[in-house]
């Protein structure tokens, strides 16, 4: 039984949560908006395998919601990416001390857990074809392990477009 809650502890040591903010324009009428195109250069931030992966998840997500991509849309879509090194927070501390009467040595350090991870800030933009002004933004922050292989990159991807647009067309 000690075993189970040491287990539980370092489960919900390693798990992160991502977080989703969104904004928009008050006076939008989203009820007009059907269609969309991508930018050109989406996917700042991000490697072109991921630029891929992404752009699959939006379409599959936007084709869910009823948008139809088209040449001639009545929004453009946007995503940025931006990567930092997460604070590292997990940690196994070694120590050696000694000590005496008169005086004490000591030596400690920590190793991180789980290897590296990475803050990621995806940043999910609408922008009106024909004012070319943004209507809704949608931004998701979480911690991700650095090294992922390809399958888990597109799970990811599917992931969080899910989350950013399901606040998206607003009720």
Same mark, same amino acid.
């Given at each position: 039984m000690k075993k189970v809650r040491y287990f539980f502890l370092f489960l919900l040591m390693s798990c992160s949560t991502s977080k989703v903010i969104t904004d928009y324009d008050d006076n939008t009428n989203f009820k007009q908006y059907k269609t969309y195109a +991508? +930018? =050109?250069d /989406?996917? *700042?931030g991000l490697n072109e395998f991921d630029v891929n992966r992404s752009a699959d998840a939006i379409f599959s997500e936007m084709e869910s919601l009823g948008f139809k991509e !088209?040449? !001639?849309p =009545?929004? $453009? /879509?946007n995503l940025k *990416?931006? !990567?930092t090194e997460a604070k590292v927070t997990n940690t196994i501390a070694i120590g050696l001390g000694s000590g005496g009467r008169n005086g004490g040595l000591g030596v400690s350090g920590g190793i991180p857990i789980g290897g590296k991870k990475l803050d990621e800030e995806i940043t999910l933009e609408f922008v009106d074809a024909k004012t070319n002004e943004l209507f809704w933004e949608g931004i998701l922050t979480s911690t991700i392990k650095e090294k992922r292989n390809p399958a888990k990159? /597109?799970? $990811?991807f599917k992931e969080i477009v899910h989350k950013i647009l399901q606040s998206y067309p607003l009720k």
């Open positions: +991508f +930018f =050109d /989406i996917g *700042a !088209t040449e !001639t =009545d929004f $453009y /879509i *990416a931006k !990567t990159r /597109i799970l $990811y």
